[in-house]
C-alpha cells in the first residue's frame, strides 16, 4: 500500500516561516513525481508546487519565489519550505505521489495569524 503522512503544520505569524514533510512508503519514490496542494478554509482544493522525478519544480503563481519544494530520495521525503507566509497561506496542505490517479496524504493544518 502507498502511504503519505504530512507533518510540520501549525501556527505561524504572518511573515514567518515553516517547513511542511512528507513521508512516503509502499512506492518507488525515485520514480514518481511529488506534489503539494493545498485547500483554504470555504474553498476548493488548489496546487501549490510540483517536483518531477529529475527534480524540476513549478510552482503556484502565488508561492513563487516564498516556497521551495525539494524531495530527499534516499529519506523518501519531500518537503515544502515556506517563508514570508501570510493569511491567504492558511489552509490544510496534502502532498501527492504519481500523478494524476495517484495517493493523497491526511493533511497538515498551518494557520497563520497574528
Known amino acids: 500500500q502507498v502511504q503519505l503522512v504530512e507533518s510540520g503544520g501549525g501556527l505561524v505569524q504572518p511573515g514567518g516561516s515553516l517547513r511542511l514533510s512528507c513521508s512516503a512508503s509502499g512506492i518507488r519514490f525515485s520514480q514518481v513525481g511529488m506534489a503539494w496542494y493545498r485547500q483554504p478554509p470555504g474553498r476548493q482544493r488548489e496546487f501549490v508546487a510540483l517536483i518531477t522525478t529529475n527534480s524540476s519544480t513549478v510552482y503556484a503563481h502565488s508561492v513563487k519565489g516564498r516556497f521551495t519544494i525539494s524531495r530527499d530520495n534516499a529519506k523518501k521525503m519531500v518537503y515544502l519550505d515556506m517563508v514570508s507566509l501570510n493569511s491567504d497561506d492558511t489552509a490544510v496542505y496534502h502532498c501527492?505521489?504519481?500523478?494524476?490517479?495517484?495517493?493523497w496524504g491526511q493533511g497538515t493544518q498551518v494557520t497563520v495569524s497574528s
Open positions: 501527492h505521489s504519481g500523478g494524476p490517479g495517484g495517493t
